[in-house]
C-alpha cells in the first residue's frame, strides 16, 4: 500500500533549535508539496519540487525556512531557529507531475515554546 | 496565498440528508479538485474536475464547476455519519514554474446520526 511517510508525527521543541522534517515521497512520484496547516490561515503551500529541483518556494520565510530533496526518496524541511508562531501541522505530499491528484502524509505536529 | 474560498465554513445535518459545499477561487484553472481530511489525519483527493467539464459523478459525490463564476460545489448524497469531516477545494493552474496545489479554508461537515 504506496503512502507518503513523514517523520517526526509530532515535535515539541524550544524556541530557537533547529527542526527537521522529513518526507517520503510515493515511489514514482516526481512532485513534492510541503504545505502548513493552522486554524487561522488555513493550508498554505510552503515550496514544491519537481523532478528534486525547486520549483517555487516563495511561500516560505526564506530567512529561517529551508526545503531539499537530497535524492527522489526523501525530501526535508528545515527551521532554524524555530519561533513559537511556527507551531502548525506540516504535511508532505506527492503526485506526479501535471494535472492529478495530490497523496499527503499523516503531517507533522510541530510545537513550539 | 488562499485561491479558493470555501462556503459555509461550517454544515451540520442529519443522517440521509445531501450536504452542499461550495468554492469560489480567483485566478483561472487547468482543474480543481476536491479533498477530506479526517481530525487528525491528512487530506485524502475525493474527485478532480478539469476546465472544460461541466460536472463530475463518484459515487455519493457529485462535483460541478463554472468556470464563468469561477466556482464549483461538492454534493454528497445521502450522508453518513462517518462522513463527518473538513473538506477543501485546491485548484491547479499554470504558473510560470509549473502546476501548484492551492488550497481553500475548508468547510467542516458534522452528519449526526
Known amino acids: 500500500d504506496a503512502r507518503v511517510t513523514q517523520t517526526p508525527r509530532d515535535k515539541v521543541t524550544e524556541m530557537g533549535q533547529e527542526v527537521t522534517m522529513r518526507c517520503q515521497p510515493i515511489?514514482?512520484?516526481?512532485?513534492v508539496f510541503w504545505y502548513r496547516q493552522t486554524m487561522m490561515q488555513g493550508l498554505e503551500l510552503l515550496a514544491y519540487f519537481r523532478n528534486r529541483a525547486p520549483l517555487d518556494d516563495s511561500g516560505m520565510p526564506k530567512d529561517r525556512f529551508s526545503a531539499e530533496m537530497p535524492d527522489a526518496t526523501l525530501a526535508t524541511l528545515k527551521i532554524q531557529p524555530s519561533e513559537p508562531r511556527d507551531s502548525a501541522v506540516y504535511f508532505c505530499a506527492s503526485g506526479r507531475w501535471g494535472d492529478t491528484e495530490a497523496f499527503f502524509g499523516q503531517g507533522t505536529r510541530l510545537t513550539v515554546v | 496565498s488562499q485561491q479558493g474560498e470555501e462556503d459555509p465554513q461550517a454544515l451540520s445535518i442529519q443522517e440521509g440528508e445531501n450536504a452542499t459545499m461550495n468554492c469560489s477561487y480567483k485566478t483561472s484553472i487547468n482543474n480543481l479538485q476536491w479533498y477530506r481530511q479526517n481530525s487528525g489525519r491528512g487530506l485524502v483527493h475525493l474527485i478532480l474536475?478539469?476546465?472544460?467539464?461541466r460536472e463530475k459523478h463518484s459515487g455519493r459525490l457529485r462535483v460541478t464547476l463554472d468556470t464563468s463564476k469561477k466556482s464549483s460545489s461538492l454534493l454528497i448524497t445521502a450522508s453518513r455519519a462517518a462522513d463527518t469531516a473538513s473538506y477543501f477545494c485546491a485548484t491547479a493552474g499554470h504558473n510560470q514554474a509549473g502546476t501548484a496545489l492551492i488550497f481553500g479554508k475548508g468547510t467542516t461537515l458534522s452528519v449526526s446520526s
Open positions: 474536475i478539469r476546465s472544460n467539464e
Open positions: 515511489l514514482g512520484h516526481n512532485t
